[in-house]
């Protein structure tokens, strides 16, 4: 279609975590970490002493990176920014918040599902009626 | 009758076009209900996506429980100072599992459409390079059907592991023994087999996920399209 925005296909891209420390561990084992040259690594484990500021410069310095391709952020932590991550609308890196250990998952809060449930809405239907 | 005749070539030139505003209308009901059709394939698509999208994270919460489990397991047998993040290695090292990212064949969205693709322990680096064609040639939306194996309900993913079984040979199995090993050596030599359950729980977990970025990326799409068309 013409005018389509492409995607550069990218033949290996990071995949970074924000999360608490057993699902960074857990993922770390998995062999997602990864830590470059200058000692930056793509993931940010989050205790009670994380500040919303450094969970805000992990979030935007993860979704300006080029080489990483899905963020995953636990949804407590994405709940603490959510004004950041219901703004991002880029399509790479892809933002999945997951549940973590003591805060299960809620559709709800999700910046995807509640930015699309706006099409199941009552008024939604009833504006395109008028 | 010469009137009649006078008056015949009048009529002749006013009945085709009628005729033609008859065939108008006829191709532009055609369009319109053509149009509606297309509407609802991609409301069908939206939907089928969102369903997807819900199973998948439903999926995703069991396979994640286990591993936080077997970890929690693993620290109550070895010590938590022995399964801690302060034993992470900072030193410069490349992650063995990454994700490959393709623009989706779907060229009927006016919105980009990626494709990911997960690579374990190096795997994708060793195969083929067609898989970046492949991965594109299935790239494309399909519905699917409830009562499927996709998901099955304990979370575990043997259809996934099926393929890979297929074209990994020994040495590739022997290859992801050793990655799967050097990953859990971060915790000391010998380790605790609840490491090595958890390990795989956070496997099946990734597997999940990259799925979940297929489909929020189908769903924005068919989202884009119905809000825009």
Redesign the interface.
């Known amino acids: 279609m013409a005018g389509r925005p492409s995607i550069p296909t990218i033949n290996s891209a990071l995949i970074a975590i924000i999360a608490d420390e057993d699902t960074v561990t857990g993922f770390l084992l998995a062999g997602v970490g990864n830590v470059d040259l200058r000692k930056k690594t793509n993931y940010l484990i989050i205790d009670n002493k994380t500040t919303v500021k450094q969970i805000e410069d992990a979030f935007k310095e993860f979704t300006t990176r080029e080489d990483i391709a899905i963020v995953l952020i636990s949804q407590y932590v994405a709940n603490m920014i959510r004004f950041l991550v219901d703004s991002y609308n880029r399509p790479v890196p892809a933002i999945l918040e997951i549940p973590s250990k003591d805060h299960p998952y809620d559709p709800a809060h999700d910046s995807v599902l509640s930015r699309v449930k706006y099409l199941f809405s009552a008024e939604s239907v009833a504006s395109d009626r008028r | 009758m010469a009137a009649a005749t006078e008056e015949h070539p009048g009529s002749t030139g006013f009945v085709p076009r009628a005729a033609e505003e008859v065939e108008e209308v006829h191709e532009a009901n055609e369009e319109e209900r053509l149009g509606r059709d297309d509407d609802g394939d991609e409301i069908l698509r ?1 939907m089928d996506s ?1 369903d997807g ?2 199973l998948l ?1 439903d999926s ?2 069991p396979a ?1 429980r286990r ?2 489990i077997d ?2 397991g693993a620290r109550h047998w070895i010590g938590t100072s022995r ?3 302060t034993l ?17 064949a779907d ?8 494709h ?1 693709v997960l ?3 190096h795997l ?2 060793k195969s083929n390079s067609n898989d ?1 064609v492949s991965a594109q040639d299935n790239t494309k939306p399909k519905l699917r059907f409830r009562g499927s194996t996709t998901f099955p309900e304990d979370g575990s993913h043997e259809a996934d592991v099926a393929p890979a079984e297929s074209w990994t040979g020994v040495d590739t199995r022997s290859h992801v023994q050793r ?2 090993s050097k ?2 050596s ?1 915790f000391g030599a010998l380790v605790s087999p609840k ?1 090595r359950t ?2 795989i ?3 099946t ?2 597997e999940l ?2 799925e ?2 297929n489909s ?2 189908n ?2 799409a068919s ?1 884009f399209q ?2 825009d068309g």
């Open positions: 939206f969102v999208h819900l994270m995703l919460s994640l591993g936080w970890l929690a399964v801690s993040s992470f290695d900072h030193k410069e090292q490349s992650a063995a599992t990454k994700v490959q990212v393709v623009d989706s060229l009927q969205s006016s919105e980009p459409n990626p990911f690579s374990k322990w994708q680096e970046a990655a799967r990953a859990l971060v490491l958890s390990q729980s956070f496997e977990a990734l996920i990259v979940l970025a929020r990326s769903m924005l989202f119905i809000k």
